[in-house]
């Protein structure tokens, strides 16, 4: 009878677990389980089962007092993640994770726009942050704090009955997070890579795959277009050759921890955001940037679609976009980069003819490969071997 199981991980770019919260100082469960939560609803709609929308009118409710058992009342996310009447059926403990000071780098070209743009997301004044010069003189501190940690532990211990089948499920989950996506919140900032390196036993993640697909047959459903799901979905890593001329370039945006180059640059929001910009006076240079990329391909509406609007005045808005990229990070003496998203299956040009989501990972890798030449796309998210269909 297995009664727990406990990785062990270690972080390739620092972890934000602050939901509500701005600041990410110390471990908060609630952010990591609202991103796995997030993730089993993609796994569950991509093998073609049922996941409410958590925050939609249409969301799951349980009542004790109904004859009908919780696998009838409930969703598939629902019954493992809990809802109003209907307890989580697990519970997680992390531990070795330590906060260190947050800090960002930017392509000196943008420097005063990205600095501006993430002090501010960061909590500028109002967390302790400051802001001193002008022009491109100006510099940043930021006072909040992200999670670091070489050897942190992940214990899951299940609640209620069905223990082994519920540690299965969640083993499938974590592997798959771990591999293809991101743990915890802020994806888009390039946060929560991570490495697990003992306590998942493949056979465990397995079986967890069979009983969530046995789960979606007897539990299926459709969702809108919108809604995350991994049947329309792409992963790409990247391993990168020669990055010294990009490295030479970048600037720091609040005070970087020494050493930091050893093992992550915090430089998803110059990658996926913009690296450099048309200067708006001479209307010299180009803007480029894999949204910058996306708008001159497909348009605004597809840019807005993939990767949040731009003019947002929040950054919930302008990072509600569906394609993430993770900060460069070294794994194995190489530097890395993971980019990965949902491609709503109805997606359209301006002329209407419909993107798949084959043609957008097409589209990341060249801008990847124009951005960091020499770099080699070396995994891939496969469709048949995560969701089996
Ligand atoms: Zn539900």
Known sequence: MMENIEITFKTLTPLWTGGAERDS??????????????????????MEGYACDPVGDSRCEFDAKAKRPPEEQLCLACWLFGCTGWQRRFRLEVSGLEPQGLFFVASSNVYQAAGNWLWRVFGGEDLGGTRQGRG????????????????????????????????????????????????????????GQIRITSGLASA???????????????????????????????????????????????????????????HFIPCAFDIRYKSRSKDFRTGEGEDFGMRPWFRDKWGT????????????????????????VSHLYRKDGSWHLKVWGHVPSNLKDNKGNPISVESVAEQVTAFVQTMFP????????????????
Request: net charge positive; charged share 25%.
């Open 204 to 262: 465990l993640v397995e079986e967890g795959q069979g009983l969530i697909a046995a789960d979606a047959q007897s539990k299926s459903g459709k969702s809108p277009p919108e809604f995350f799901n991994l049947n329309s979905f792409f992963s790409h890593i990247y391993q990168m050759t020669k990055i010294e001329h990009y490295l030479d370039r970048l600037r720091e945006i609040g005070t970087p921890l020494k050493g930091y180059r050893q």
């Open 136 to 191: 491109a003189a100006v510099t940043f501190t930021l006072s909040v704090q992200a999670l670091w940690g070489e050897q942190a532990t992940l214990r899951v211990i299940p609640l209620g009955g069905d223990g082994e089948g519920v540690l299965a499920r969640v083993a499938f989950l974590l592997n798959t997070v771990a591999r293809w996506g991101a743990l915890g919140a802020k994806p888009q900032h390039g946060f």
């Open 301 to 324: 509406r597809v840019a807005h679609r993939l990767f949040g609007r731009s003019d947002a005045r929040r950054d919930e808005d302008r990072s509600a976009g569906r394609i993430h």
């Open 25 to 46: 100082n110390r471990v908060r469960e609630t952010g990591l389980l609202g991103s796995l939560r997030w993730w089993y609803e993609g796994i569950v709609r991509g």
């Open 374 to 389: 020499g770099s080699k796309l070396i995994d891939k998210f496969d469709r048949k071997e995560v969701l089996g269909r």
